[in-house]
């Protein structure tokens, strides 16, 4: 089992910055990659970028390709999305997410608002 513990949501302006962490306890040593989703009300949740633990492979929506981050500390068992020039439509719920291959393991959710 993984647990997930998210922080870094908040308020912040159009063209503002945040820095979401996520930190993994109990059998990290399984997880092979890392990934932040986000939901907004009334629609699913969509993958917004990806790493893989060995090599550090990355992929991004669209939507965020220039302007986010995703990166993570092996030795931490830690993620993080880096958030630049952030617009009122990346207002959402960001979502944690981690896989071993076989199971899922999600973050409770962290609220980003990005005022106009």
């Known amino acids: 089992q993984v647990q997930l513990v998210e922080s870094g949501g908040g308020l912040v302006r159009t063209g503002g910055s945040l820095r979401l962490s996520c930190a993994a306890s109990g059998d990290t040593a399984s997880i092979r990659s890392m990934a932040w989703y986000r939901q907004t009300s009334g629609n699913e949740r969509e993958v917004v970028a990806t790493?893989?633990?060995?090599?550090?492979?990355?992929n991004y929506d669209n939507a965020v390709k220039g302007r986010f981050t995703i990166s993570r500390d092996n030795a931490l068992n830690t993620a993080y999305l880096q958030m630049n020039n952030l617009k009122p439509e990346d207002t959402a719920v960001y979502y944690c997410?981690?896989?071993?291959?076989?199971?899922?393991?999600w973050g409770q959710g962290t609220q980003v608002t990005v005022s106009a």
């Open positions: 997410y981690m896989t071993n291959g076989f199971s899922a393991y």
């Open positions: 790493i893989t633990v060995a090599a550090g492979h990355t």
